[in-house]
């Protein structure tokens, strides 16, 4: 099972659900990152998600006795789960940003009226940090995708020296 996805659908952040499980922050992090838990970290979880620790290693079993298509399906459909994850992730990021900049940016104004008004250098961050912000959020909402999937394959299979 998919503890990232479980925790996200519970609303619970990494450390309420390490304290509900009884179990490290750092266990937490493996786990959501595809490590294997152990039977005793399989088992507190099991029961904070309110899932039968049976179904929980049928599921295990299963996927290693599936069929390959099978495999392939439940791997793309945590893939998109993933990228949909760091997705959201990204705009969270880019918000934040955004909302920094307009705490910040109208304080170093501030300061800048206080200290010296004659010239007034605040200009210089304003706009060195907007064209930053300007560049995450294209990076972001992908308007110019210049490093995109596409890109990351043909430097993969490059490396490789064969395809994917």
Known sequence: MNVRKLRLQKGWSQEQLAELAGLSIRTIQRL?????????????LASVFGVDISQWQIEDNTMEYAANSEIENHEQTEQQDQQAIEYVRDIKAFYT???????????????????SPGYIWAWWPAVGWGGGLLLQGLNVYECFNFFGPKWEKKRVEKRLGRKL
Do not use: K
């Not at 959501?32 to 507190?44: C, D, F, H, I, W």
């Not at 304080?107 to 200290?115: A, D, E, I, Y």
């Open 97 to 115: 940003s955004i909302l920094t900049y307009f705490v910040v940016i109208p304080f170093l104004f501030f300061v800048n009226w206080m200290t």
């Open 32 to 44: 959501e990152r595809g490590q294997s838990p152990s039977l005793e970290s399989r088992n507190a």
